[in-house]
């Protein structure tokens, strides 16, 4: 292949998975050139823009991770394990195997650009003395990752809890991030944000925040801006970075759409090819039947896209939803911690299908232990349709 012309090249490599095209990169100066090129990245997305299938996984929880569904042997990327996987031997690598001392790491959030957000504390002597506390940000596929210093006043006092990171890109190209994190440096009361921007390599500290949303452990990162839930359940709380006038801040405050009716499940959003999504089982008005309603948020209003009958909206349906399949929208999973199993719905007709634990395909697909704890939260971890590359980091 040498001797072929590099946009050749560049046609061949294309129709092959990112994780195997991303090694061609060492076989020669001139695949390396090809690859990285703007016109490979066009060709890749383009061979692979009607597949609509990705790695993804729905994980619990944050420190003690629990890996609940995974798909990972897609034609886009073609890996042969899980993402959660990935992140354990990242962090093993990174953090945990060092002689002289003991780091920690912990996942505390996930982008849509396929990063991850690690809190890392550092110790020395086997964990006998606190040495400093550090933020990192990582791909764990490629296993790119930039360190980040906490801010100094939070080193060794205070409260600061890092819940976000939100992703902006250009033409294929991670142009900018950003990292949120809760702060105080006494009192919970006085609780604001720090934001650390890439662009200019500081954290700023920003003003209070409103009642509504002092309460935030589960961010979803989506097209440049954060997303979570209010105090009280009943708004969508949203940062939203894209904005193009700041001056009353970045937040969004967008209500449910069934807030005069009665809904079966406490709310909860996920994400699908680019947008967030709202399902819940809502009962008619003037009306005994119920129905399985999924919205889309379309230029921060929700729309609604799906509403049938089935048998799951029975007065005695015991599931919780998780997550829509992030490789088919007429797919989305429930999970009954009573019965340990886990049901997809096919949001057309309403047809089930039941899942058991430990659940392993050829394909690539797995479902492992149903066991949850009451409160727990799910993250949906979906690696997007190109390897994206750290930005570099300003000092």
């Known amino acids: 292949m040498v001797f072929l012309p590099d946009d050749l090249c560049a046609t061949i490599l294309s129709r092959l998975p990112i994780k195997v095209f991303t090694s061609f990169k060492l076989v020669c100066k001139q695949w390396n050139s090809v690859v990285d090129s703007p016109i490979f990245r066009e060709l890749f997305i383009a061979q692979h823009q009607n597949t609509h299938s990705s790695s993804w996984s729905l994980i619990m929880g944050a420190v003690d991770r629990?890996?609940?569904?995974?798909?990972?042997?897609?034609?886009?990327?073609?890996?042969?394990?899980?993402?959660?996987?990935?992140?354990?031997?990242?962090?093993?690598?990174?953090?945990?195997?060092?002689?002289?001392?003991y780091r920690r790491g912990s996942v505390v959030a996930y982008?849509?650009?396929?990063?991850?957000?690690?809190?890392?504390?550092?110790?020395?002597?086997?964990?006998?003395?606190?040495?400093?506390?550090?933020?990192?940000?990582?791909?764990?596929?490629?296993?790119?990752?930039?360190?980040?210093?906490?801010?100094?006043?939070?080193?060794?006092?205070g409260i600061f809890r890092p819940f976000g990171i939100a992703t902006r890109t250009n033409n294929g190209v991670v142009t900018s991030y950003k990292i949120v994190a809760f702060s105080s440096e006494s009192y919970v009361e006085n609780l604001g944000l720090m934001i650390y921007s890439s662009e200019t390599g500081l954290w700023s500290r920003k003003l209070h925040l409103h009642s509504k949303s002092e309460s935030c452990p589960h961010t979803i990162s989506l097209n440049g801006n954060l997303h979570w839930l209010s105090r009280n359940n009943d708004e969508l709380v949203s940062m939203d970075f894209n904005a193009t006038n700041m001056a009353s801040g970045p937040f969004r405050y967008t209500d449910f759409p069934d807030l005069e009716k009665r809904v079966k499940f406490a709310r909860a959003c996920t994400t699908y090819q680019g947008s967030l999504m709202y399902i819940n089982i809502v009962s008619q008005d003037g009306s005994v039947d119920n129905k399985l309603c999924v919205w889309r948020l379309k230029s921060w209003e929700w729309q609604l896209i799906s509403e049938i009958s089935t048998a799951l909206t029975e007065t005695k349906f015991d599931y919780i939803p998780l997550s829509i399949n992030s490789c088919d929208a007429t797919t989305a999973?429930?999970?009954?911690?009573?019965?340990?199993?886990?049901?997809?719905?096919?949001?057309?007709?309403?047809?089930?299908?039941?899942?058991?634990?430990?659940?392993?395909?050829?394909?690539?697909?797995?479902?492992?232990?149903?066991?949850?704890?009451?409160?727990?939260?799910?993250?949906?971890?979906?690696?997007?349709?190109?390897?994206?590359?750290l930005p570099r980091q300003q000092r």
């Not at 569904?69 to 886009?76: F, Q, S, V």
């Not at 006998?128 to 980040?148: G, Y």
């Not at 394909?363 to 409160?375: E, K, P, T, V």
Request: positive net charge; contains cysteine; aromatic residues 16%.
């Open 333 to 389: 999973y429930f999970l009954s911690q009573k019965h340990k199993r886990l049901i997809a719905i096919n949001l057309r007709n309403g047809e089930r299908m039941l899942h058991r634990e430990l659940e392993v395909s050829s394909g690539g697909r797995i479902l492992r232990s149903l066991r949850y704890s009451q409160g727990s939260y799910f993250y949906s971890f979906v690696l997007p349709q190109w390897l994206y590359r």
């Open 111 to 157: 982008s849509d650009a396929g990063f991850v957000l690690i809190d890392v504390s550092s110790y020395s002597y086997a964990g006998s003395t606190f040495e400093k506390r550090s933020l990192c940000v990582a791909n764990p596929v490629s296993q790119e990752c930039i360190e980040i210093d906490a801010p100094k006043a939070f080193e060794n006092s």
């Open 66 to 101: 629990t890996e609940f569904l995974a798909h990972y042997r897609c034609n886009t990327w073609g890996l042969q394990r899980s993402l959660d996987s990935y992140i354990s031997s990242f962090i093993a690598y990174k953090f945990e195997n060092q002689r002289h001392y």
